[in-house]
């Protein structure tokens, strides 16, 4: 197997982050803390065959988000976004 | 979002290491063309087994179809291809995903390129169209290893022959029906120009299949002139994420 | 717990009494990774211990495979519960690399080419605890395992077994490392089940 090929895409974590967030973040923009490109996290890099999910940015391979899941806790590591955009429901 | 448990009502094969499973999941809140289910299983000394796989049908009440691709080094797809059987009971979480998705109000052309077991998802987003009644113009363009790798052939060669229906074309990596008009090979800059959407009618496309598959032909894509906004992407691979 | 799935076992998981807890035995040797598996040209490759002073010493490839070796036979023991036993290697000690370090410092932080760190008190890395090895079962080190090299910690969870490795920074502070500051936990001993943070 082509080793350049070992990653999905934010896709994969939708159904882990649906059990921490009340909305799919995977629709959500985010932006790379390292080089500032921004992507739908739907469209990241994922790499799952590790002690937890990890997912880089396509353009400078920094570390987005990382996600362990261990019995009863979860701990979640956005620091690599700046900020996540989700789209919510207008009530004005 | 919480496990559901889910019926095993109907088995089907569809190629010699692919089938599908219907299930019926009460209360299933619907799901969107292109959303996955999380399929957990769990063995009696407690270790579970979590993959996720697309839904392939159209929303049907409580009715949930999946396909699963047997691989030879697998955990969970031999169970899924093989073992199961009609009166299993599944968990499943889902619907998921709401990027990789096609909604009966978008009125632009839709490309659905598949790779392999890729045509899962864009299998359910023609379903969807054409239950929709949508008249927006739809293609696949579907490439597999050989013929014996189709999946789905004969729901797809339905929709196809629908007026104004889904165009349908094949496209064959390793091994092609005798006298097919294109010899073997991967899906190129030609393949694409002969058999999807210019870029002038600035359809949404949705890319599936293995990760490499997807990469490649995304940045054909792009480099046509497609608008990179309009590329949805689904990568497929082993979601054996480890617990 | 969920409902059991009719029939199903899984990849085949023996329960060993000698494994630490909670571990089964693998019949392959899993490839976990998270992100792209670096290409370290030989040429290029450099292996550096840095003192809490800032002094360093720096090993080529060339300088590095000159040193005394071991051939050493050690188990595994992945967080994710595989183990596998009896694994050949061979490597240089971090004895060897340590003989004229002069450092008073009590943590390392171990740094891999393509950004990947792991935390442990220097004191895990002496008195034949640990080595810098590049060949595994007869053959040179695969990228997919971490080669040109690797630091191999036997005692510890492997995740603390850095992959291509490019250095050891001591220090007087104890600064987690990539998976330590998200969860996992600071020691990581297999045989006291210490997975997570907290336990």
Redesign the interface.
Known sequence: MNDSYSYLDGNAAAGELREIFAVDVTTAGGQCAGCGRTAVLADVRLYVRAPGLVARCRECDAVLLRLVRGPGRAWLDLRGLTCLELAMPDDS | ?S?R?ATVVALRDQSPTARSIYLDVPGWPGHAAGQ?V?V???????????R?YSIASAVDGDGVELTVEQLADG?VSP?LGS??VVG????I??P?????VWRPDQREPIQLIAGGSGVVPLLAIARSHSAAGNQSPIRLLYSVREPTSVIHSAELEELARRDDGLILTYAFTRSAPPGWNRPPGRVDAALLADSTWPTELSPTCYVCG???FV?TVADLLVGAGHDPARVR??????????? | MGIISRGFSGRRREHDPNLPPGQYLTDDFPVLSAGPTPRVPLDEWQFTITTESGQQHDWNWASFTALPTEQITVDLHCVTRWSKLGTAWEGVSLDTLFADVESAADYALVRSYGGYTTNLPVDDLLDGKAWVAFRYDGDDLAPAHGGPARLLVPHLYLWKSAKWVRGIELSDDDEPGFWESAGYHNYGDPWREQRYWGE
């Open positions: 979002m496990w448990v996955h999380d957990r299983l769990t063995a009696p000394d407690g270790y579970t087994a979590v996720s955990e169970y073992e199961l299993d009971l599944l968990e979480r889902g998921i995903g709401g990027w990789f293995p990760t490499g990469e992407t689904e990568r497929f691979g082993p979601t054996g994420g480890i617990r």
